[in-house]
């Protein structure tokens, strides 16, 4: 059977649009360039740099968005726009404005020749395959009715073009299918998890007496730090998995009202990324406990270097998310101050660890491991390879800085486009390593243990340390006396 006439225009539109490597080389991989365009072209509307739109007015990038007769936007620029239109336009104001634009054009090819309305088809399956794009990328954009007011609009004028056989009436049809089934399983997830997070603290407990030594823990559960690693790396991707890009603008949008770059405050809508931020806290606070928790001197170094073991497998793995958490737990007070215990530790590879993620020079270290892993995944022949997992608050405060170093506006006017060919960039490399599929077999009853296992509050673990080893100067005793004092208190 011959192919629909419209299905064939889509798929040709599809197979002709420019399909240049997204952000391939457009701007270096550093952030810290100058990201401000030249100026000496200030009449220009938009203006272009080395084949790229550096800025615009609105109305003239909303133009470059959408598809005529002879042109499609290059991928890149849909991406990048439609990622970064929300900080000037709502979605739903930004679909009323290409509503507009495709009626124009549309009706010109009406009114044109013979040859023009001839073109109809093929304007139509440009515009399905923009909708299309746009759908299946930033699907949360058309939550709203008037969202999908304005997409069922430009739909009914484009089945207009094809009315003999409805071919793409059945496209759009499909495609507002897809949507919905998208947006019900994102709210189903978001519902999920509204409903049983719990911040970390919640579960720490405050230890009055020693644990006993038949207490379960992450040994008597996984010995083996390569597996341990692995379960890590299965938990790091289901969270980012549910991470989308416009969760990150948002974030970008309202960056100012957060404290510490920490992803709460008004935001609506970030519940994944609050999950993800709990989990880093939950997991260095999971490694606190369970070596501080340790009566015995040796079984607790045993413990130390068993965690740096697991640290250096996720390193190696591409997992620098689980790798900073673990490092930080061990970086914590209660656990840093445990001399008798790290005496007896074989810290070298540790010190190499603390190299990697060493904070001088803007974290230069992990940067050029970072790009090492992003280098390795390009070009990568099986999953394990692809893994790239960054550290996530690092992340967020790159896109931070990045959105308060340069203006959103240029002094004539113009949105700065440059800077937000750069913060997409980022947020689509990060894209890129979440959709990787865990090539690790899923281990549940450590998983289990990873995830519910009690952890200890910061008042616990200093409990739990002082009694381990004992207070050390006037400032440990000081300490050690109002929390026992507390301790009696409650009792």
């Not at 507009?100 to 009406?110: A, D, F, R, T």
């Not at 007070?333 to 810290?347: E, G």
């Not at 009690?454 to 100067?473: Q, T, V």
Request: with cysteine; net charge positive; proline share 4%.
């Amino acid at each position: 059977m011959a192919e629909p006439l419209c299905n064939a225009a889509v798929k040709k539109c599809k197979e002709t649009m420019p399909q240049t490597p997204i952000f391939s080389s457009m701007l270096g991989s550093s952030c810290s360039g100058q990201v401000q365009p030249d100026m000496g072209e200030r009449c220009v509307d938009p203006v272009y740099q080395d084949g790229n739109i550096v800025s615009g007015s609105l109305e003239a990038l909303i133009e470059r968005l959408v598809p005529t007769m002879d042109y499609y936007p290059d991928r890149t620029y849909i991406f990048t726009f439609l990622l970064s239109s929300r900080v000037f336009i709502h979605p739903h104001e930004l679909l009323a404005k290409v509503g507009q634009i495709c009626i124009k054009q549309k009706q010109q090819l009406e009114a044109g020749t013979e040859a023009e309305k001839a073109k109809l088809k093929s304007f139509a399956a440009k515009i399905i395959q923009l909708l299309k794009e746009w759908t299946e990328t930033f699907p949360y954009d058309f939550q709203d009715e008037k969202s999908m007011k304005e997409l069922k609009e430009i739909a009914h004028r484009i089945t207009q073009c094809d009315e003999e056989n409805g071919t793409v009436k059945k496209i759009i049809s499909q495609m507002t299918q897809n949507l919905l089934m998208a947006l019900s399983a994102r709210s189903q997830y978001q519902e999920i998890k509204e409903k049983f997070r719990q911040p970390a603290m919640d579960k720490g407990t405050i230890l009055k007496t020693k644990p006993q030594s038949t207490q379960k823990d992450i040994l008597s559960v996984c010995c083996d730090p390569l597996i341990l690693a692995q379960q890590l790396t299965h938990i790091e991707l289901e969270r980012v998995s549910n991470i989308y890009p416009e969760d990150l603008m948002q974030i970008v949008s309202h960056m100012d009202s957060l404290d510490n770059h920490k992803c709460r405050g008004d935001v609506t809508k970030t519940y994944n990324l609050e999950a993800y931020d709990n989990w880093f806290n939950c997991l260095s606070m999971l490694v606190a406990t369970e070596i501080c928790r340790v009566v015995k001197k040796k079984q607790r170094t045993r413990m130390v270097e068993f965690f740096i073991d697991v640290a250096r497998e996720c390193f190696n793995i591409g997992n620098f998310n689980s790798m900073m958490a673990i490092i930080s737990g061990m970086n914590l007070s209660p656990v840093a101050r445990l001399k008798k215990t790290w005496s007896k530790v074989k810290t070298a590879k540790f010190d190499v660890l603390e190299h990697h993620m060493d904070p001088s020079s803007n974290f230069c270290n992990y940067r050029t491991a970072l790009q090492g892993a992003a280098q390795r995944s390009q070009t990568a022949n099986s999953n394990r390879e692809k893994i790239v997992i960054p550290v996530f608050n690092l992340f967020i405060k790159d896109i931070y800085f990045l959105h308060k170093i340069h203006t959103n506006r240029l002094p004539n006017g113009q949105i700065n486009f440059k800077k937000f060919w750069e913060i997409s960039r980022q947020i689509h490399d990060f894209l890129t390593w979440k959709q990787v599929e865990c090539p690790f077999e899923k281990d549940k009853k450590i998983q289990s243990y990873l995830l519910t296992a009690p952890i200890y509050s910061e008042e616990a673990l200093f409990i739990a340390s002082f009694e381990s080893e004992g207070p050390e100067n006037h400032m440990e005793k000081d300490s050690w006396k109002t929390l026992r004092t507390t301790l009696l208190n409650r009792a």
